[in-house]
């Protein structure tokens, strides 16, 4: 599938909070080297690759080691829980770990598959592998990247029954304003996919104007949720853009002014600068 054409480069730096490179094809250092460029010409500075099973979880940490502008989030997606064994457990530990795994992620519920798919892992298999993963974030010190769909209630809940890590950002935020209420109110980060552009999406772009801009994030989930007016078409970082674009002239904010705090918000959550290893400079963000 083609990629649309690029957007209007933002006046300031923007990171993408959660992307899938290996899925945006991606295979090997040069073809992240591509997906990055491509986005850098649009002003898309650093990505989160994030895994959703084993093999992924593998693969995002060997492409954070490729280029300076990529960092990790490892976990098992929620539909993917039904065959975990205590042997992956081990292995996610491990590679949760590395410098440059910036957070525990995507890991949560997912309801709506539940329904459709037999096969998928079922409620209480995903609830006991959410709460697993909830303890791996506390264990290893960094984020909880939470996805969730059709499964408000149930997420919350484990969330507060497990006690939640000192930082939570739910990927791809899709609750209405008063479940954004809530989450603002407990102090947790909201990210906003390109699912915000889409005009359909009356409740999702209602709770998106409630969110502080010092705990909201940018994301493209490529190669998935292409934003508005290229929905259904190719998505990859550099699509990024688009979506910063639509959400400042919803929230009524100065895009330069968003693109700049939702990159402070991702320097601060994912300790961009602590986690770059060597001589790997900080993200060269808005403002530097």
């Given at each position: 599938?083609?990629?649309?054409?690029?957007?209007?480069?933002?006046?300031?730096?923007?990171?993408?909070?959660?992307?899938?490179?290996?899925?945006?094809?991606?295979?090997?250092?040069?073809?992240?080297?591509?997906?990055?460029?491509?986005?850098?010409?649009?002003?898309?500075?650093?990505?989160?690759?994030?895994a959703d099973d084993m093999t992924a979880a593998r693969w995002v940490v060997q492409a954070s080691s490729w280029d300076d502008r990529v960092f990790a989030a490892?976990?098992?997606?929620?539909?993917?829980?039904?065959?975990?064994?205590?042997?992956?457990?081990?292995?996610?530990?491990?590679?949760?770990?590395?410098?440059?795994?910036?957070?525990?992620?995507?890991?949560?519920?997912?309801?709506?598959?539940?329904?459709?798919?037999?096969?998928?892992?079922?409620?209480?298999?995903?609830?006991?592998?959410?709460?697993?993963?909830?303890?791996?974030?506390?264990?290893v010190g960094k984020p909880l990247m939470i996805h969730d769909r059709d499964a408000h209630g149930d997420v919350l809940a484990v969330l507060k029954q497990e006690?939640?890590?000192?930082?939570v950002v739910f990927h791809c935020f899709s609750g209405d304003a008063a479940m954004a209420r809530v989450c603002v109110d407990a102090g947790y980060v909201l990210?906003?996919?390109?699912?915000?552009?889409?005009?359909?999406?009356?409740?999702?772009?209602?709770?998106?104007?409630?969110?502080?801009?010092?705990?909201?994030?940018?994301?493209?989930?490529?190669?998935?949720?292409?934003?508005?007016?290229?929905?259904?078409?190719?998505?990859?970082?550099?699509?990024?853009?688009?979506?910063?674009?639509?959400?400042?002239?919803?929230?009524?904010?100065?895009?330069?002014?968003?693109?700049?705090?939702?990159?402070?918000?991702?320097?601060?959550?994912?300790?961009?600068?602590?986690?770059?290893?060597?001589?790997?400079?900080?993200?060269?963000?808005?403002?530097?």
């Amino acid at each position: 599938m083609q990629l649309p054409p690029p957007p209007a480069p933002l006046p300031a730096t923007v990171v993408d909070a959660h992307t899938h490179l290996d899925a945006c094809g991606a295979t090997g250092p040069a073809g992240v080297r591509a997906v990055l460029d491509r986005a850098a010409t649009v002003g898309v500075c650093a990505v989160v690759t994030v895994a959703d099973d084993m093999t992924a979880a593998r693969w995002v940490v060997q492409a954070s080691s490729w280029d300076d502008r990529v960092f990790a989030a490892v976990a098992l997606h929620p539909t993917r829980t039904a065959t975990m064994t205590d042997a992956d457990r081990a292995e996610l530990e491990q590679l949760a770990r590395a410098p440059r795994v910036v957070a525990v992620g995507e890991t949560g519920l997912d309801y709506y598959w539940t329904r459709l798919d037999p096969t998928c892992s079922s409620p209480e298999t995903q609830r006991e592998a959410y709460r697993w993963h909830i303890d791996l974030a506390k264990r290893v010190g960094k984020p909880l990247m939470i996805h969730d769909r059709d499964a408000h209630g149930d997420v919350l809940a484990v969330l507060k029954q497990e006690g939640a890590p000192q930082t939570v950002v739910f990927h791809c935020f899709s609750g209405d304003a008063a479940m954004a209420r809530v989450c603002v109110d407990a102090g947790y980060v909201l990210s906003f996919s390109g699912t915000v552009t889409f005009r359909n999406a009356r409740t999702l772009r209602e709770a998106a104007v409630l969110v502080p801009e010092e705990q909201l994030l940018v994301e493209t989930d490529a190669p998935f949720l292409t934003p508005h007016p290229h929905r259904g078409k190719a998505n990859e970082p550099v699509n990024l853009p688009y979506t910063v674009w639509d959400l400042a002239a919803l929230r009524g904010q100065d895009v330069a002014e968003l693109a700049a705090s939702s990159s402070a918000v991702a320097e601060r959550v994912f300790g961009f600068a602590r986690r770059a290893h060597g001589s790997v400079p900080p993200i060269p963000l808005a403002g530097r």
